[in-house]
């Protein structure tokens, strides 16, 4: 089992703790970086580190994304919340994007310092099974294809 200290040197150990578990460092420099991992379905989801002072931040952002606050669905976000109280680590919030866009991400801090592979591994790999699950239960994709098929009908009936 490797350990690394994210407080002696960040970049180093997200390196070192990726490369443990067999998944890419996609970019990284002093404060930040992103892993890359594959999930049980074959999709790729970006894991994203950020050091603060006394603290790691990791992040898995949701494929949600939400352009008004209307278009948040209730019911996901009630779910969430009473995720939260369930989850072994982490908890779900929502975020906005730098061009207003908001979504839903799961978030997870731990204390900067030593850390083992096995602690990181489980870590990434719980907070991706629930980002996974969120998503096949909530597929707000298909739903949206869905609506907007049906606008195309309702538009086709009605210039019959």
């Avoid at 350990?3 to 996609?26: C, I, S």
């Avoid at 050091?51 to 994304?65: G, K, L």
């Avoid at 707000?140 to 009605?158: H, L, P, R």
Wanted: glycine share 4%; charged share 35%.
């Amino acid at each position: 089992m490797a350990t690394f200290d994210y407080a002696a040197d960040f970049e180093a150990a997200v390196k070192g703790l990726a490369e443990a578990n067999e998944w890419e460092v996609a970019e990284s420099d002093k404060e930040s970086a992103v892993i890359e991992c594959e999930t049980e379905d074959g999709d790729t989801l970006g894991v994203f580190i950020t050091r603060y002072d006394d603290f790691v931040e990791f992040t898995v952002p949701s494929a949600t994304v939400f352009e008004t606050e209307d278009e948040i669905p209730h019911e996901a976000s009630t779910y969430l919340l009473q995720r939260n109280a369930e989850l072994p680590l982490g908890f779900w919030c929502m975020e906005v994007s730098e061009d207003g866009d908001m979504f839903y991400s799961l978030m997870h801090n731990e204390m900067a310092g030593p850390m083992d592979d096995e602690t990181f591994a489980d870590i990434v790999t719980t907070m991706l099974d629930e980002c996974e699950e969120f998503e096949a239960q909530w597929d707000f994709g298909e739903e949206e294809d869905e609506e907007a098929g049906e606008d195309e009908e309702d538009e086709e009936e009605d210039e019959v």
